[in-house]
């Protein structure tokens, strides 16, 4: 049985919670939960992708697969900030893992038996893509009721998020070889495994909004506290124009210059090496503490376009890699130190809300960049675009430092109640 989740209209979120300041009880289910689904959510693009055109289905329905899969959580990820404060984060990710769950398993038939009817590939993607919409806002919130020390715990879920990106596309692709289903099978045990260790969790208070609230009035509430920071709302703001300027256009431009000169293999161990540069800088991050943490996460930043400058120069593929190394690492560190900002600087009872508007304007452009990249690569050349890819990281690296209120912003050293389940 676990503790009784209780929702009070406002609860601190600093404290001086007795036992360990990150491995307790609480921080190891709930680091359990976000590995497993993490693992199934990095699995599934790469497996649907395998089935359909292993399957004979045209380039275009993966296309079109994908669009219901990402649709749903762009447009619902607000509602789900709402829906986590008023119902609680936990209930509602529960939720999600329980949908996923189904979502997988009906897959897992529908590739076993073979799919004659896209309608229904497309509607279960909807619904997982509905789900992540739902679980998303609770993921941020949750942190800081688990460990004390939220730095170190964002530090190590962002190295486990890193771990499961590498190793799930491959295993999925190796799965997949075989049959799809099975992937689905895998993926909705790990939903399972997810779902019981967030019903474990021994959670303490936990803020909502005044009961009686419509939706709506909720949803207007996150907004204003949302732009009453203007730190917050001034960094979405420049991260908007990175992702549509240089971070979305991005794989698809290196894709283009390294599949044709150095096959599709070279292409995955690059990836593999950025994606290892971003375990290296969420270790980083468990360690390093700095008393201003976006002005120190804008100055990792500068490692970012390190990439995007040694593709422009051609260099060898060795090098790349390298390069590639170092710019993982400076995206991940500037990662925790701004999922810790926003943990620690915001009040509990609005803090789905505020990570819900927080998610959809840094992902909204990701697609947006992804798709001008492929005419503005026949329009400039790949190396061109990367330069000035490179540029306006450079550039979002100075405007975060020049502005007070980012550049300003003090750490706050918590600590989370972690006194249940330790």
């Known amino acids: 049985m676990t503790a009784p989740e209780l929702k009070t209209a406002s609860t601190p979120r600093v404290g001086t919670g007795a036992g360990p300041a990150i491995w307790s009880g609480n921080f190891r289910l709930y680091f359990t939960a976000r590995s497993a689904g993490l693992l199934s959510d990095a699995m599934l693009p790469v497996a649907v992708t395998t089935g359909l055109l292993t ?43 329980l949908l996923n769950l189904v979502t997988r398993v009906l897959l897992a038939v529908l590739f076993f038996r073979g799919i004659d009817q896209l309608w229904q590939l497309y509607l279960l993607l909807a619904l ?19 460990a004390r020390d939220v730095q170190g715990a964002n530090g190590i879920l962002r190295t486990s998020e890193a771990l499961t990106t590498l190793a799930g596309p491959p295993l999925a692709g190796l799965l997949a070889a075989a049959s799809t289903g099975w992937v689905m099978v895998i993926a909705g045990a790990m939903y399972a495994i997810s779902a019981s260790c967030l019903l474990t969790l021994r959670l303490g208070p936990v803020p909502a909004p005044p009961p009686g609230d ?20 001034g960094v979405i703001l420049i991260w908007m124009v990175f992702t549509v300027l240089s971070w979305g256009p991005l794989n698809p431009l290196i ?65 790349l890699g390298a390069a590639q190394l170092v710019s993982g690492i400076g995206i991940s560190f500037w990662g925790v130190m701004w999922a810790t900002s926003v943990q620690t ?41 990367l330069l000035v890819g490179g540029t306006v990281t450079l550039l979002t690296v100075a405007v975060l430092l020049l502005s007070p209120p980012i550049r300003n912003l003090r750490r706050v050293d918590t600590a989370g109640p972690v006194a249940a389940g330790h």
Request: overall charge positive.
């Open 128 to 146: 997982a893509g509905t789900a992540a919409a739902m679980f998303q806002p609770g993921a941020a919130s949750t942190v800081p009721l688990v």
């Open 255 to 319: 894709g283009n210059l390294v599949v044709p000169k150095f096959g599709g293999s070279v292409y995955g161990v690059l990836n593999g090496m950025f994606g290892a540069g971003t375990v290296i800088g969420g270790l980083a991050a468990i360690r390093l503490k700095p008393a201003r943490p976006l002005t120190a996460g804008a100055l990792a930043l500068l490692a970012f376009p390190v990439q995007q400058f040694a593709f422009v120069f051609d260099l060898p593929w060795p090098v």
């Open 345 to 385: 600087q915001v009040p509990g009872e609005v803090l789905n809300r505020i990570h819900a508007y927080e998610v959809a304007g840094s992902v909204c452009m990701f697609p947006i960049g992804a798709a001008l990249s492929g005419p503005a690569k026949e329009a400039f050349g790949a190396q061109a675009m």
């Open 214 to 233: 419509s939706l709506w009035r909720n949803l207007v509430e996150g907004w204003h506290e949302f732009w009453s920071r203007s730190w917050m709302w």
């Open 55 to 97: 399957s004979h289905h045209a380039g275009s329905t993966v296309g079109y697969a994908m669009a219901f899969l990402l649709a749903p959580f762009a447009g619902l990820v607000l509602v789900g900030g709402v829906l986590a404060d008023r119902f609680t984060a936990r209930r509602l990710m529960i939720f999600a893992d």
